[in-house]
């Protein structure tokens, strides 16, 4: 089944078929798709999800939609939305720098090329940590412990930012040259500066793509944890869904497309300059 | 005894040429004041701050030891949920993504209205994040498991569509071209010529896709899209941290399973 | 041979290097070096011909340290390397340039800027980071780059050069270091015959210019012949030759080689 098809095969085996049974049964396919329809029933059953349940949402849905547009553009709506906003966007740019300054040291400690191995074990297991923890739960874990609002975002986003950098530092510092790296130290350089002048050259380049993404990714998920209390336009947006806001939980939906895809852009310019 | 030649050069080296230096520094002021900028607007409350690690650290110590009993009768069924909503949530997507990704694919839909529609679907079901979803579901059907699988659903339209479009076009012409000249039907030509080519990335996608989206039902419940997150919410609200402990340890459990998992199945499926 | 002009007896200490029992063992049980003893004075260029895996290399990185001995003594600038650690290592380090068969260079990184490299053992990490290097090592830079013939190429990245270029400017790199020893892991192996040439009689002409001791391994017997003042043959870990190039005799070359049919 899995093996790579060969076009040739293919074409040949086409042509000839139609003499002989147009399209032999595939019987493991069929008892595959048979198997799946079964597993949907079942899970649906215990998702409890019923085609009358499903009805009576998109009757929901009708008035829904009905509400929402046109959306909100009132001034006072407009000045929260703006609040937000910043909110948001300084938590992610907060968020941002400090990953990306914290991430270079931990991606290093956790480069088994250059660090020792129980603090290169130690970091990969940190990371491995962040990495797991979804961006969310880290802003509740925050929330509760440093209280509501901007930090807890913060916070969480640094984690996620470390989670994602560090990976992708270690590996590039395992990726590369040691050779430079061996003409340098013969030098007499001390560690620091092995890794300014024979590591951070060979890495840089590719981690100011892989920071930019993550100013991005930030952008995005500093809409998220708002919603569990870390501030910024998400939390912005749980109240126009408590109050029933649709209109202007449109315009908020609206204006977090809108800066997403400016942060890709900038991003992006970010790159090339750095390049 | 070469030093004289160049002796009239000047003696100069600067790292960067003096645009890139303006480049740069210009970045770096621009950096700096947005840090500024962001730290003096946000309401960031130093003694919060200061007391973070010890917050942090007294959390984790209320979560000791964790209430194990309290699996069974909550925790297993949330977790099944959970898995479900995922499972279901993604195959859900597959479905309906696999569709939008026929109408995307300019070498099977030659419309450049139905390409944009579709390229539209993937961009908007993308850009809007999977919990921002579950709050529109779970105002459309109410809290529970149903918002969660489709807020999952939708969100990974775009996800599994745009790389399904990617393998599509990437399909190479050669055996489709013989399937067409034999005057097959379009379906069969869908189903014999692009199917072959474009299973090992399908099935790549969809578990790529499943493994995320386990992460993802496991909060969807914080905003009532049931599962994991909604078991949490509870303890959480009730502040009972011994049972918080056993959910993160759960959910950090399955995170690791379905990683493992996925990994399994590309490396001897595909 | 003339001795330097200037305080001969100091500058000879500082650039003699004593080797006295040295073994390296990678797995144990298995030496690459068996009691290699050696005596090297203060100038010329010594060559170490010998099949590869003969423990050419592990010698040399050995004497930096870039390789750890299993045991031995090397006496350098009257310290004992093998016992050196940390600050100490690399302040000794900073005197003993070297060149690789490989170059290795930091591609990404303009040719000057590899040449600064060679200065990294005395400048502090700050000036490293910020790339604020002493106009007088800059200065030097341009120089070292001069004799070298790369001149116009201070600004061209490293990874743009062709192998013969690279060599060159790790040869600046090397003596960026001002060094009292210059160690060279076969610097022509990876070149054509006539850049090795051209290498060769860089390395050698900067040795005598300068008046640095070269060790040179290689494996090239005529090269060692034309450009060496002393070589040492080595076969499976020890010495079996020491002596002027005009002492080497088909003999010395099977001791060391093996066979037969290749000098014909």
Redesign the interface.
Known sequence: MSAPHDDTNLGIAALAAPQRVAFPPNWPARIGLLVLALYVAYASTILDITWARFIIGLDHGAKFLSRMFPPDFSADKLSLLYVGMTESLQIAIIATVVGVLLSLPLGLAAARNLAPPPLAWSARALIALFRSLHPVIVAILFVKSVGFGALAGILALIVASLGFLSKLVAESVEEM?M??L?????????F???V???VL??VI?RFIGFAAYQLDSNLRNSALVGIVGGGGIGATLLTAFQRFDYDFVLTIVLAIIAIVMVGEIVSGWMRRMFQ | ???E??AG?P???Q?FSLPERIMRSAFYLLVVIAVIWSLRTIEIIPEFLYDAPQQTVDLFVRMWPIDWSWYPKVVHPALMETLHTATLGTILAVAVASVVSLMVARNITRSIIVNTIGRFILVATRSVHAMVWALFFVALFGPGALAGMLAIAVHSIGFIGKFLAEAIEDAKPGPIEALVATGASPLAVLIKGYWPQVKPAFLAIATFRWDINVRESAVLGLVGGGGLGMALDTALNNLYWDQVGLVLVVIFAVVIVAEIATAWIRSSIL | MATATQAPDARKRERSLIINKLCKEYRAGQPVLRDVSLEIESRGLIAIIGPSGTGKSTLIRCI?R?VEPTSGEILFRGRDMVALSG?E??????????I?Q?Y???????V??NVL???????P?WR??L?K?R?AD??H???LL??V?L?DF??QRADQLSGGQRQRV?IA?ALM?EPDLVLADEPTSSLDPKTSVEIMELIASRAA?RKIPTIVNMHNVDLARRFADRIIGMSKGAIVFDGPPLALKDSHLLEIYGGEGWLE
């Open positions: 040259s050779k430079p061996e003409a340098v130290r013969a030098a007499g350089a001390p620091l500066s092995v300014t002048m024979g050259p060979q380049p | 005894m070469t030093a030649i160049s050069r003696r100069q080296w790292r | 930096n870039l600050p290592l690399r302040t000794i380090r900073r005197h003993i340039g070297m690789f490989e290795n260079l930091v591609e990404r990184l303009s000057i800027e490299c060679g200065r990294l053992g005395y400048v990490v490293a980071w790339r290097f106009a800059i200065e830079a341009f120089q001069d004799a013939g001149g201070a600004n790790g790199r270091q210019e």
